[in-house]
């Protein structure tokens, strides 16, 4: 594949390299917000599996805006400056404004951390782009995708204010009645979001889950027993959430090609903000420039627990030459 | 509803017997291994997928997938096997990992292993259970349930976390939790398996890091599953395997060797030490899912082009290798020796001179005649008499670099020759001609043709170009035979040689960098790879009987192989679809009652054309395939020019990414006395052309000026969907209409005459990706009307106006789907389905007004969102229903009624479907009164009757 050919098939991952976004799910949010300012007042946000940050890019550079705008409004003191936590099990390069938790969001510890970072108080907001690899096979996708949802939920419902905000990544699919239905029971407002930055082809959308309420005889503990004891709740039966689309004609669509030089201005290519931390395949990859694993007679074996890859690469290097 | 027929992933694969039992969708089909006959199929699951299938001693099966379960009981008799559904389905509110019936017959406790890593006795009757779960709390892909009853059972569990958990299940216990006994770090990715071994104590794993591993149990005790034992015995790595280059699926035990398979279509066959055996690409390039074995150490594969696959595991090192002769001689050959075998002795028979020159290549053209290639393109044919020779004819090789004929044969009157620079030449022997009547200039790419064969009367050649290429002759027997170019198929390897027919299936033999293939044509199946160092030498292969025979030269020795075939592959027990997701499918009219043809297109670039036969079991019968696509095929739009009782034909214009638009031509020839089948030689097709908007891209890309690299700006635009009509000013031409996601509509007018393409207009719509043309609909939800204006010079779009606009706002965002219907003379019904989960209906007239310009009132509408709750993909307008169906898996039928200017519908049923990612769906055909058999498309595709 061509360098440019990226940039080609996708107005917004050219966009994002070009305003240094680390991913082009930050235009996501951003329409997201601009349709249902759910940023509006917010001064403590949680930003869940945010790696690689540009969810929690778009959260520091709104809420600073916001903020200083109140500021020179009111010139009030009593004004809180926003802080913002972002919690991935990987290690994120570091974003200024953000607080980082490297955790576990099944873990009821990193609930603790948060709450206490937030000065025992809870979150204004809550926010979740997580999404597994995908394998191909839809149904486990989808059933993944909504586990890591529930996950989210679960420590939301520990860590968010009443009243307060819930946003997610959704895969709109088989079944995502069954997940409207049991977000219905803790927010009065369940919709389904789509921005025109994610693709008319892709099954991705956010619920935009807004006041918060836990239901009185709900104790938040009874689910810590399994996740999967979530699944027992069902809610209002076959709820559809209403569909809300985010962005206007005046912004590009994720679908339409556009040419480089796009709106008069001269195309320059970016390199990508920030390049994947760790994937899985990094040994495997690494392992092409020695020997090409596509073909037939091609293997790497290592013995033992202790044998590396380059152990591998350097004893084959010695092979070769002698 | 019924659903007929159905291709998708196979997931499930298990062999008993002489059976195999194979899940698709949520069906099991079993197949007689021995017959590779279909002896049952039965809807098991439904809704819901199979993932697995396991035994239960020779009696029962437990079938599960996703949420549900279901036990079927079994029973074999001498060559007859009945099943049976004990229960009804089992639905749960977890995904199912992992299912174990562990104790007696008697004791019907299912052991089941769940996604957030706890596990349930199952009492079968009564259906109460006692759960555990593990203390570590996670997600798991993968996990395996071992132990001799489920009172004293492990664990293994593979995390998303990338570890393995090994704990035990806890019966009655008052503890909340289960301790981790064992946690095997090393993985770098998810966990897709985990296996435990009890023969040799291993454990298997595999993995998103692309690797299997090995881990090595030392304890001498393990047999007794006690809990003491297992906490104190130790696990250590003792393997890591990568071969894969993609994500590691599965990986089971056969005997002494670990077979593992992968998303990159693979089998890699492994020693217990780690060591490649060797690897098969099995399945087109779609993911393998699933492996078995049955007891008669056949290997069975199942994956996501829907096929089933079976792979003797025999002949590891099976190749007899000898040395013939060596030739030691460095003479150039400047003449042409005759050597006749008579009683097992050769004699040579003779010596002549053609020209003074040297030869530069002899053809076998016929059993007594040659074709001889000297310098400047002389070329000769020669008839070899009982004493001497005879020059038939002469003819001359067009001017090249390297100009000399690589391959020839003849047919009837035509000779054909192709040369070093990749032409075909075809010379009339009739009139002694001395030039080419015809020539197709570097048809096989710069490096030469390899081969001509003639196969059931056409003409096929190969070359260094990766390709078959098909040819037809045409008035063959007339005053001026000439051959006319089908179409080409792309092959497996670099270098295509030859091709020859044996015993039903034809084998393309051909070399890819060092070794040499053969190719299964009619199995799209690598038979054979020899290392024979690569295709600059001698060689010959002849197949007999059961055997091949390879010869060739390497090192100036002379080399045999001989290969027995059968051992070599078997058929597959089910055919290969499509590999990737499928965007379109159309139905190609025929005049015939047994059969329709579907034509169909997707992101794995190719075309396939298969035909249903309504009245047999399986339904859908794939007939042949066609490259030529460099992207994914997104719409097909087919226009009949023809169309009787014998024959019809049609021409298919099919369009995708990187703004192609490819242009084929089908004959069907439906006058063949067997009615039941349609096979290849009953289609033909013909590649008529390829049109690039931005031309070929070869250094399109990157231009370089000086020091500096200068970016194409071009937009890559694709073809969302198309739309032909006739030219009503001319016969001769058709009107081709081109959604694009650039925002354009594109018109081009063809010519069926002339063979050419021309792109006529270009409309700049919007800056919005359009995603459908016949009126146009695009991703912000409007819809236009257009006005096309076509004299012999004037080619004119208008908009139409509806209502006093320009566009009419019907979804909040993209347009996924429609379907229109003239209900009179000038009101019509629309139906749109859209990415906001609505269903819409709409009336609307055409009014001409006096000054002729049309525009258009919409008298009434009606829409509904509580259908679907995802993009509704196909829609497909009856009589008074409206069929309507959605990325969320779900087919909804509605009836609609239209009075007094007034529409409305009703909610009437729905149905869940079995294959994921929905892309659309058709209406096949009427079959009987108040039944339609549609087909739903998207992974795989379903045939439902409703």
């Not at chain 2, 079968?124 to 570590?136: A, D, I, M, P, R």
Request: aromatic share 10%; hydrophobic share 40%; proline share 2%.
């Amino acid at each position: 594949m061509g360098k440019t050919s990226k940039d080609k098939r996708d107005i917004y991952y050219r966009k994002a390299k070009e305003e240094g976004w680390r991913a082009r799910s930050a235009f996501k949010l951003l329409q997201i917000d601009d349709k249902f300012n759910i940023l509006h007042g917010v001064t403590k946000a949680v930003d869940l599996c945010a790696a690689p940050g540009s969810w929690s890019q778009v959260l520091t550079r709104r809420l600073n805006e916001n903020y200083e705008k109140l500021k020179e409004a009111k010139s009030d003191c009593t004004l809180i400056a926003p802080k913002i936590i972002a919690v991935d099990l990987q290690a994120m390069a570091p974003i200024e404004g953000v607080i980082q938790i490297q955790g576990d969001i099944t873990n009821i510890n990193t609930a603790e951390q948060i709450i206490a970072y937030f000065d025992n108080e809870q979150a204004d907001l809550v926010v979740c782009d997580g999404a597994p690899d995908v394998t191909g096979l839809h149904d486990m996708d989808i059933y993944i995708q909504s586990q890591l949802l529930l996950s989210a939920l679960r420590i939301t419902l520990r860590i968010l204010k009443p009243k307060g905000t819930f946003v997610a990544k959704i895969f709109r699919a088989k079944d995502v009645t069954l997940l409207y239905s049991q977000l219905k029971i803790f927010f009065t407002s369940v919709i389904c979001a789509k921005p025109l930055s994610s693709r008319n082809s892709s099954f991705e959308a956010f619920v935009v889950c807004r006041d918060f309420n836990l239901p009185e005889d709900f104790n938040p503990d009874s689910l810590d027993t399994s996740i999967s004891e979530f699944s027992k709740l069902k809610g209002v039966n076959g709820y559809i959430a209403p569909f809300v689309i985010c962005g206007d004609l005046s912004q590009p669509d994720s679908d339409t090609s556009y040419p480089l030089d796009f709106e008069g201005q001269k195309f320059e290519y970016c390199k990508p903000t920030q390049s994947p931390i760790n994937p899985a395949y990094e040994e495997a990859i690494s392992l092409l420039s020695v020997i090409n694993l596509g073909k037939d007679s091609a293997s790497c074996t290592l013995q033992g627990s202790s044998m590396t890859i380059d152990d591998f690469k350097s004893q084959y290097k010695t092979k070769k030459r002698s | 509803m019924i659903s007929l027929d159905m291709n998708t992933d196979v997931l499930a694969i298990k062999c008993i017997k002489n059976y195999v039992f194979i899940g698709i969708g949520c069906t099991i089909y079993v197949l007689n291994n021995i017959r590779c006959k279909l002896e049952i199929k039965i809807n098991v699951l439904h809704p819901d997928n199979i993932y697995d299938i396991i035994n239960k001693s020779d009696d029962k099966l437990i079938v599960y997938g996703k949420k549900s379960l279901c036990i079927l009981s079994i029973s074999f008799r001498d060559d007859f096997i009945r099943i049976e559904q004990i229960d009804e389905i089992i639905r749960f509110d977890d995904w199912i990992i992992n299912v174990k019936w562990l104790g007696a017959l008697s004791d019907p406790t299912l052991t089941i292993l769940f996604a957030n890593n706890n596990v349930y006795n199952f009492e079968l009757f009564s259906k109460q259970y006692f759960n555990t779960h593990c203390k570590e709390r996670c997600l798991l892909y993968s996990g395996t349930i071992f132990g001799q009853s489920c009172k004293n059972t492990l664990i293994f569990s593979g995390t998303v976390f990338q570890e393995i958990l090994i704990w035990r299940v806890m019966h009655n216990s008052n503890m909340k939790f289960s301790e981790v006994l064992h946690r095997l770090i090393g993985h770098k990715g998810v966990i897709f398996s985990v296996l435990y071994n009890p023969l040799n104590n291993l454990i298997c794993s595999t993995s998103d890091d692309r690797t299997v591993r090995l881990w090595k149990i030392s304890s001498t005790l393990i047999n007794d599953l006690n809990n003491a034992v297992w906490k104190n015995i130790e696990i250590t790595l003792q393997t890591t395997m990568y071969g894969h280059i993609a994500r590691v699926w599965k990986a089971i035990f056969l005997k002494n060797i670990i077979a593992s398979i992968g998303e990159d279509s693979r089998i890699c066959f492994w020693t217990l030490l780690g060591v490649l055996l060797y690897k098969i690409e099995a399945h087109h390039g779609a993911p393998i899912w699933c492996i078995d074995i049955s007891e008669d150490n056949i290997v069975f594969t199942g994956g996501g082009d829907g096929s089933v696959n079976s792979w003797p595991l025999k002949n590891i090192n099976p190749l007899q290798n000898h040395v013939l002769l060596e030739i030691n001689n460095h003479m150039l050959p400047k003449h042409i020796h005759i050597i006749n075998r008579i009683k097992n002795k050769w004699y040579h028979i003779g010596k002549y001179k053609i020209e003074d020159s040297k030869i530069f290549s002899i053809k076998w053209l016929n059993i007594d005649t040659i074709l001889v290639c000297v310098a400047e393109g002389h070329l000769y044919i020669i008839q070899f008499l009982k004493f001497s020779i005879k020059i038939l004819s002469e003819h001359v090789l067009p001017t090249s670099r390297q100009r000399w004929v690589t391959s020839a044969c003849v047919y009837n009157n035509l000779l054909v020759c192709g040369d070093r620079i990749g032409s075909i030449y075809v010379y009339n022997l009739q009139n002694n001609e001395k030039y080419p009547v015809q020539s197709f200039r570097k048809i096989h790419g710069q490096f030469g043709v390899q081969s001509c064969i003639i196969m059931n009367c056409n003409l096929i050649t190969t070359g260094r170009d990766r390709t078959l290429k098909f040819y037809k002759f045409c008035d063959i027997s007339g005053h001026n035979p000439t051959i006319e170019f089908l179409h080409a198929k792309t092959m497996p390897m670099d270098w295509v040689s030859k091709l020859i027919k044996h015993k039903n299936y034809y084998y393309v033999l051909g070399f890819k960098e060092k070794e040499f293939i053969i190719y299964n044509l009619s199995l799209k199946r690598i038979v054979s790879k020899i290392l024979c160092g690569g295709g600059h030498r001698s060689w010959d292969c002849v197949m007999y009987n059961k055997l091949t025979n390879f010869a060739y030269i390497q090192k100036k020795q002379v080399y045999i192989v001989t290969i027995s075939l059968d051992t070599l592959y078997n058929p597959p027990l089910l055919n290969a679809f499509h590999t990737k997701q499928i965007n379109c499918i159309k139905i190609l009219h025929i005049l015939s009652k047994h059969h329709y043809i579907l034509i169909s297109g997707g992101e794995d670039c190719t075309l396939f054309i298969s035909s249903i036969i309504p009245k047999s079991q399986s339904r859908v019968k794939f007939i042949d395939f066609f490259n030529g696509h460099l992207s994914s095929i997104k719409c097909i739009s087919i226009f009949t020019v023809l169309i009787d009782k014998n024959i019809s034909k049609h021409l298919i214009f099919s369009g995708g990414g990187r703004a192609q638009l490819k242009l084929w031509e089908i004959t069907i020839k439906t006058n063949t006395a067997n009615n039941n089948t349609l096979s290849n030689e009953n289609i033909s097709c013909k590649d008529l052309l390829s049109y690039m908007l931005h031309g070929l891209d070869k250094k399109r890309n990157k231009i370089w000026v000086g020091n500096e690299l200068i970016y194409n700006t071009d937009t890559e635009t694709r073809y969302m969907d198309i739309s032909t009509i006739n030219n009503p000013q001319n016969m001769d031409n058709i009107l081709v209409f081109i959604a694009c996601s650039d925002g354009c509509l594109r018109s081009f007018s063809y010519s069926i005459q002339t063979n050419q393409i021309k792109l006529i207009n270009t409309l700049m719509n919007k800056n919005r990706c359009i995603l459908k043309v016949h009126i146009t609909m695009a991703t912000d939800g409007l819809l236009n009307i257009w006005n096309v204006i076509s004299t012999n010079d004037i080619f004119e779009i208008k908009n139409v106006t509806i209502d006093g606009k320009h566009d009419l706002s019907l979804h909040q965002s993209g347009i996924n789907s429609f379907d229109i219907k003239i209900l009179n003379n000038y009101e019509y019904i629309l139906a749109t389905g859209g990415d906001d989960n609505l269903l819409n209906l709409l009336i609307f007239k055409i009014i001409f007004q006096h000054n002729e310009v049309l525009s258009i009132h919409v008298v009434s509408s009606w829409g509904t969102i509580s259908i679907h709750s995802a993009q509704i993909t196909g829609i497909i307008l009856l009589h008074n229903r409206i069929i309507s169906v959605g990325r969320d898996q779900k087919l909804a039928v509605h009836k609609y009624s239209y009075n007094n200017s007034k529409i409305c519908a009703m909610f009437l049923k729905e149905i869940n479907l079995c294959i994921s990612d929905v892309q659309g769906i058709i209406l096949c055909v009427n079959q009987k009164p108040n039944t339609h058999l549609f087909c739903v498309y998207g992974k795989g595709f379903q045939l439902l009757e409703v």
